[in-house]
C-alpha cells in the first residue's frame, strides 16, 4: 500500500473517495477519526492509500478529473 492523498480538506478527500470508487480501485482512509478530533488544526493530516498496482492508474485517474474540471 502506498500513500495516494495526505489532506485535511474533507471535501477533496471526498472527491478522490469517489473517483477511486467509481474506477473499482480498493483504498483504506487512515487517520480519519483521529483528524477529526484534534480540533481541526491541520497537525493530523488524513491519508487516502491504494495498492502498489493501483497507484499510478488513480493518480492518472485523480489528475485528469483535476484537468477536465479546471477547463470548464
Known amino acids: 500500500m502506498q500513500i ?4 485535511n480538506d474533507i471535501i477533496y478527500l471526498t472527491w478522490v ?4 470508487s467509481h474506477n473499482n480501485i ?9 483528524a477529526s478530533t484534534e ?5 493530523i ?5 491504494v495498492d502498489d498496482d493501483d497507484l499510478k492508474k488513480a493518480k492518472y ?3 485528469q478529473t483535476e484537468n477536465n474540471n479546471n477547463k470548464n
Open 4 to 7: 495516494l492523498i495526505r489532506s
Open 17 to 20: 473517495k469517489s473517483i477511486l
Open 26 to 34: 480498493e483504498f483504506f482512509v487512515l487517520d480519519e477519526s483521529m
Open 39 to 43: 480540533g481541526n488544526i491541520s497537525a
Open 45 to 49: 493530516p488524513i491519508r487516502i492509500l
Open 61 to 63: 485517474l485523480i489528475s
